[in-house]
Nanobody, 115 residues
């Protein structure tokens, strides 16, 4: 069982930056693929970025060049550095952990970007 707790969200002006953190409980964190997803009300949850147990990362086209995902396996933490934020980045952001068919979610954290 893995529990995920997000932090670092809030209100920021367009062009600003935020860093989201997600701390995981449980063991073998390094074996999990970790990701950040986001969801607007009335829309489907979408992948923002993910990173596998190594250092390979994938990004949604809408955030490439602005967001960076990273992980610290000793601290059991995954980060999402968000730069040059845009109003369309406003959403609830969810941390995700996957391994061998198991899929865990955090409760989500709100990011609001004002224009």
């Amino acid at each position: 069982q893995v529990q995920l707790v997000e932090s670092g969200g809030g209100l920021v002006q367009a062009g600003g930056s935020l860093r989201l953190s997600c701390v995981a409980s449980g063991s073998n964190f390094w074996m999990y693929a970790m990701g950040w997803y986001r969801q607007d009300p009335g829309k489907q949850r979408e992948l923002v970025a993910d990173i596998n147990s190594g250092v390979g990362a994938n990004y949604a086209d809408s955030v490439k060049g602005r967001f960076t995902i990273s992980r610290d396996n000793i601290k059991k933490t995954v980060y999402l550095q968000m730069n040059n934020l845009k109003p369309e980045d406003t959403a609830v952001y969810y941390c995700n952990a996957k391994r061998c068919g198991m899929n865990y979610w955090g409760e989500g954290i709100l990011v609001t970007v004002s224009s």
